[in-house]
């Protein structure tokens, strides 16, 4: 596993769960993961209108692709998040502190609001990066 460690010069950023930047050294092997969201395992989308439950969702298939390369969310060095609606990710980013409040470093990222993800019912998509 990568020897990583958190790079934070201010502290606010902890109360959203996420690190200014994350430095890996001796990383042998990356995992660039496409965005999850909340889709069933036929890709079906799940939980229209409800961010919260769909953040969840969204954490559970990133969980889900993780485990099939052999890593965790301890390996994720950078996680980006696209939402249709940032005041309402902002009011569930809890489940993003929840998830990862025993990973160190937690990951490096970026919160961007777009028009539109793939599907109509989808608000948020997540965007991962890990190194082992």
């Known amino acids: 596993m990568a020897e990583t460690r958190a790079i934070n ?3 606010w950023q902890d109360a959203y769960g996420f690190s200014q930047a994350v430095e890996a050294r001796s990383s042998q092997r990356w995992l660039v993961c496409s965005g999850q969201t909340s889709v069933d395992a036929q890709g079906a989308p ?3 209108g409800d961010l919260r439950a769909q953040l969840r969702q969204a954490l559970d298939n ?3 692709v993780l485990a ?3 890593m965790g969310l301890q390996h994720v060095v950078r996680l980006n998040y696209y939402t249709t609606d940032v ?3 902002l009011a569930a980013s809890n489940e993003v502190e929840a998830r990862f409040a025993s990973v160190s470093p937690r990951p490096a990222g970026t919160l961007l609001g777009v028009a539109a993800l793939f599907h109509p019912d989808i608000l948020i998509e997540l965007e991962a990066t890990a190194v082992a």
Request: net charge negative.
């Open 46 to 48: 799940l939980h229209a």
């Open 68 to 70: 099939e390369a052999g």
């Open 62 to 64: 990133l969980e889900k």
């Open 9 to 11: 010069p201010w502290t």
């Open 87 to 89: 005041a309402a990710y």
